[in-house]
């Protein structure tokens, strides 16, 4: 009898926020970095992506792979979520040739339902949290026993972000050098419950989608600055070396400043590139001076501001300097004057 089971998986995957910034494509087709980063996963938030895939012989073949995104039927014939399925049919191919008894799930069409309860493209990282979800639904469906590094190797190929979704905690995406770039996958630094006074806060400036994308940006950014190549060279490898150790350490003072200059240094070349990115604005600036001044007021840095390819602001802190933060931040969200007008609302509290 023909096999017409609906098979289905469902997951979820968090949003990440680095603190070394992934800006720059050395291979625009595989999705390789020029640099080394590394992220923290905010897997206690609500800025997630719930993903269910299925697959069926009952479903019609004509109509092919399909996806819902946010309730919409969105393309699937981009060469980057392409290549997601390609890696993961072939992986389950490999499972079903050395076990007949398996079902043939790799020769089904797929359908995907994916939800971000977070606005999409905004620069909070939906893209990371989308296609992470994607690919680890894909290999529950199919049963793949890769692990979670094997598996970014796949999600990177989607959002090069992605790749750090797949693990909790402070996770690298370790550039790698080769050419086929399997060597270039993510790994977890440290669990979250190393550190577990961490905490995040998300100002939202804007939840318009981002004017300049990320991957067109990075790549005017890498074809037009100079300051891009000092970046790459010798900002990023210091800041990652600086990284890891204050998170094996717990300093929070050492990763607060890395964190902070790493996102100075990132915007320096958004704004070097010609013509120029701006993804920071008028509120974000006064997020970075609010920052400056909670950190003044305390008589040493208790709070880090990061920013990616958009004005939102994300602030680390640790629970024990809760009220001095947070409190500053709730305090002009919502506010009647000058800057404040701008911030349209704080998440707080966000554990890893
Ligand atoms: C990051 N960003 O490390 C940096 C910081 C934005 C600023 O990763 O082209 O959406 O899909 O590989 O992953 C955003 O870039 O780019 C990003 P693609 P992605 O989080």
Known sequence: MADTKVYRASTTAPVNIAVVKYWGK????????TNSSLSV???????????????SSSYPSEQGDTLLLNGEPSD???????????ALRA??????????SLPKLSAMPLRLVSENNFPTAAGLASSAAGFAA???????????TDNPSQLSLIARQGSGSACRSLFGGYVAWRMGQAADGSDSLAEQVAPASHWPEMRALILVVSAAKKDVGSTSGMQQTVATSSLFQQRVREVVPANMAKMEKAIQDKDFGAFA??????SNSFHSTCSDSYPPIYYMNDVSRAAVRAVEAVNEAAGKTVAAYTFDAGPNAVIYYLEKDAEAVVGTFAAVVGGASGWKEGATSLKSGIAL
């Open 26 to 33: 050395r291979d625009t087709k595989l999705n390789l970095p």
């Open 41 to 55: 996963t905010l897997a206690q938030s609500d800025l997630r992506t719930l993903t269910t895939a299925s697959c």
């Open 76 to 86: 699937v014939s981009g060469a980057r979520i392409q290549a997601c399925f390609r």
């Open 91 to 100: 992986r389950r191919a490999a499972l079903e040739a050395t076990d007949s």
């Open 134 to 144: 994607l690919v680890r639904a894909i290999a529950n469906l199919y049963e793949l």
């Open 257 to 262: 400043e890395v964190t902070m200059r790493d």
